[in-house]
């Protein structure tokens, strides 16, 4: 079960068939300001809330940097565990021609999915997935810079039915912040 529901994870987790075109450079600042702030060392739960594999909890622990050349856009690296097994995330996603573009685990191709598009606005980023038939949408909402809450959605007919619930916590170094008293 664990290697099926890693592949399902891996399918779902990463970002709606909606072609959301950037409009201006400002669009552009605050998407990179958006994704700037989600870098950083983040861990929490998740559940599968939809389908087969229902109920089924899960833990991530990941990592978001900056994607290479300054572009805008975010690379996510990691591992995700139910129980005792664990499978190594990552994703990639940047914007490029005004839209976004990249993928979850080694795409579409192979067993991850493809980001076929985004927006970003405010403190929510919404990413367009692709797999074969599948289509769906990741929505991570950013709450106090201190706590992302990931929504994957997949499509089905016509409307979008949430499958995979994730609150990502930032893991601080409490004794590299903390104060220094004389």
Not at 90 to 95: E, L, T
Not at 134 to 159: C, F, H, P, W, Y
């Amino acid at each position: 079960m664990s290697h099926r529901f890693f592949s399902i994870l891996g399918s779902l987790s990463a970002a709606c068939v909606i072609a959301l075109p950037l409009s201006s450079a400002t669009a552009a600042q605050k998407d990179r300001e958006f994704f700037e702030s989600a870098s950083g060392v983040w861990s929490g739960p998740g559940e599968i809330v939809a389908g087969k594999y229902k109920g089924t909890k899960f833990s991530c622990n990941l990592t978001g940097e900056p994607v290479d050349g300054g572009d805008t856009g975010i690379k996510l690296g990691g591992t995700c565990r139910v129980g005792v097994f664990s499978q190594p995330m990552n994703a990639v996603i940047s914007m490029k021609g005004g839209t976004y573009t990249g993928q979850f685990l080694d795409g579409a191709s192979g067993k991850g999915l493809d980001i076929i598009s985004g927006e970003v606005t405010g403190n929510k980023a919404v990413m367009g997935i692709n797999r074969a038939k599948l289509n769906g949408a990741m929505v991570a909402s950013m709450q106090d810079n201190k706590a992302i809450n990931v929504t994957i959605s997949v499509k089905v007919e016509e409307r979008m039915i949430p499958v995979i619930g994730l609150r990502l916590n930032r893991q601080v170094d409490q004794v590299a912040v903390g104060s220094i008293k004389k």
